[in-house]
C-alpha cells in the first residue's frame, strides 16, 4: 500500500464560513426527507395502495440502496472534490423525483422509488463526511451543523401536515420536489476541500488492506447494533402515521408529532456537547438501546390507557435517546477510531449496516401491521433488544485509545 499523502497547502486553509455552508447543506438536504418519512405512507394510503404493498414500496429501495449508497460513497473519495459528486446526486434525485406525478400504479412508483433511492440516499453520508473532514482538519464541531438538519426536518414535519390537512396527501410528491430543488442551489454552496488524504478503497483488491482499519470486532459489533436499533424504527416510519389517522388524528396533529419528536432530537444536539461528550461512545448506544425498547413497549399501550394525545408526545421525547443519541454516537465512533482516508468507505459500510436492517424491518412491518396493528410495537422491542447485546460486545472490544486528529 502507498504512503498516505500529506494534505496540500490549499487543503490546511480553513474554506470561509465552512461550519455556516455545512450547516446549510444539512438544513436543506433533510427538507424532502422531513416530508417523504412520515407523509409518502400516507400518499401511498391515499393512491389505494395495502398496507403490504407499502410495505413493500418502502422498503425495496432500502434494500438496493445498501448495495449501491457504499459504492458511490467510496468514489466521492476517489473524486476531485466530494462536494462534486453531492451536487450531482442532488440534481438527479430532483428530476427522478418527477416520476412521482406520472400515473400513481404500484410498477410506476415502486420503480421511481428504487431509482430515486440510489442518488438520494447517498446526500447524508456525503455531507456527513464534509463535515467530518472539518471537523477532523479545523477542529469543527459536528452536532452544531448537523443540528440544523434536524431543524429542517422538525419545519418540513410541521408546515407538511399543515398542507395536508389543507389540500390533501396528493401535495406530497410536489413538496417533496420543491425540498429537492431547493438543496440544489444551496448544494453549489457547499465547501470545496479536495480529495481526503487518500481514497478510501472498496475494490476487490483494495479491501483487503482496508480490513485492518475498518472490519474489526469493535466498529463492526457497533456499526451492527446501532443498525439494529435504528432499524427497530421500521415499523414506526412506516405505520405510524396511518395507525394515527387511523384513530382520527388530524393531519396536522400527525405533522406535530413528528415534529415533537425532532425536536426532542434536537434537544439532544443542543446539550450532548455539554452532558454526553465524556461519556464512553457504547455507553452512549447502551442509552439509546433501552430508550428505543421502553418507547416500543409504551406506544400500544397509550391510547387504550387513556392516555391520549399526551401520551403520544411523551413517548415521542424518547426520539432523542433512540435517534438522536445514536446518529452522534454513530459518529463520534468514526471520528475517533476511523482515520480520514477511510471515511468514506466508514459511512458506507454504517449506511449499509443501517439500511439493510431497516429494510428487512421495514418489508416485515406491513405483514406485521396488517395481523398485530399497533402492538406490532411489541416485536420492535425485541428488535432493539437484539441491537443492544450486539452494543454490549461491541463495549467489551473497545479500543484503548482515540485517534488524534
Do not use: C
Amino acid at each position: 500500500m502507498p504512503p498516505l499523502q500529506t494534505l496540500s497547502p490549499e487543503q490546511l486553509v480553513k474554506p470561509r464560513q465552512f461550519e455556516l455552508r455545512i450547516s446549510l447543506i444539512f438544513l436543506t438536504i433533510f427538507v424532502s426527507l422531513g416530508i417523504h418519512l412520515p407523509y409518502f405512507p400516507l400518499w401511498l394510503e391515499a393512491k389505494g395502495f395495502a398496507a403490504e404493498e407499502i410495505a413493500i414500496i418502502l422498503s425495496a429501495p432500502m434494500f438496493l440502496r445498501v448495495v449501491t449508497t457504499p459504492f458511490i460513497t467510496a468514489m466521492a473519495d476517489r473524486a476531485k472534490d466530494r462536494s462534486n459528486i453531492l451536487v450531482l446526486m442532488i440534481a438527479t434525485a430532483l428530476l427522478l423525483s418527477l416520476g412521482y406525478f406520472l400515473q400513481p400504479t404500484y410498477t410506476v412508483v415502486l420503480g421511481v422509488s428504487l431509482v430515486l433511492a440510489v442518488f438520494w440516499t447517498p446526500q447524508t453520508p456525503l455531507a456527513d463526511s464534509l463535515a467530518l473532514s472539518g471537523v477532523r482538519r479545523f477542529g469543527s464541531v459536528y452536532a452544531k451543523m448537523r443540528i440544523w438538519g434536524s431543524i429542517s426536518f422538525l419545519v418540513a414535519n410541521f408546515i407538511g401536515g399543515a398542507i395536508i390537512a389543507a389540500y390533501g396527501a396528493t401535495t406530497v410528491p410536489a413538496m417533496i420536489s420543491v425540498g429537492l430543488a431547493v438543496a440544489l442551489v444551496l448544494s453549489f454552496f457547499a465547501p470545496r476541500l479536495g480529495q481526503p488524504r487518500k481514497a478510501s478503497p472498496l475494490s476487490a483488491t483494495d479491501i483487503q488492506e482496508a480490513a485492518p482499519k475498518l472490519l474489526n470486532a469493535y466498529f463492526l459489533f457497533f456499526v451492527v447494533g446501532a443498525g439494529i436499533i435504528i432499524a427497530s424504527h421500521g415499523f414506526l416510519y412506516g405505520f405510524v402515521s396511518i395507525y394515527w389517522k387511523s384513530i382520527e388524528l388530524s393531519e396536522t396533529l400527525v405533522g406535530l408529532l413528528w415534529a415533537w419528536a425532532v425536536v426532542a432530537e434536537v434537544g439532544m444536539f443542543m446539550i450532548f456537547t455539554r452532558v454526553f461528550s465524556n461519556i464512553r461512545t457504547s455507553t452512549l448506544l447502551v442509552m439509546a438501546g433501552v430508550a428505543a425498547m421502553a418507547r416500543w413497549l409504551l406506544y400500544p399501550l397509550i391510547w387504550p390507557a387513556g392516555l391520549g394525545v399526551i401520551g403520544f408526545f411523551a413517548v415521542q421525547t424518547l426520539h432523542a435517546f433512540s435517534t438522536g443519541l445514536i446518529l452522534i454516537g454513530l459518529q463520534k465512533m468514526i471520528g475517533e477510531t476511523v482515520v480520514e482516508e477511510r471515511m468514506g468507505a466508514a459511512q458506507g459500510i454504517a449506511y449499509f449496516a443501517n439500511g439493510f436492517a431497516m429494510a428487512a424491518v421495514t418489508l416485515f412491518s406491513g405483514a406485521l401491521y396488517d395481523r398485530l396493528g399497533v402492538d406490532g410495537f411489541f416485536v420492535m422491542a425485541g428488535v432493539a433488544a437484539i441491537g443492544l447485546g450486539f452494543i454490549l460486545l461491541a463495549a467489551k472490544s473497545a479500543p484503548k485509545r482515540r485517534l488524534g486528529r
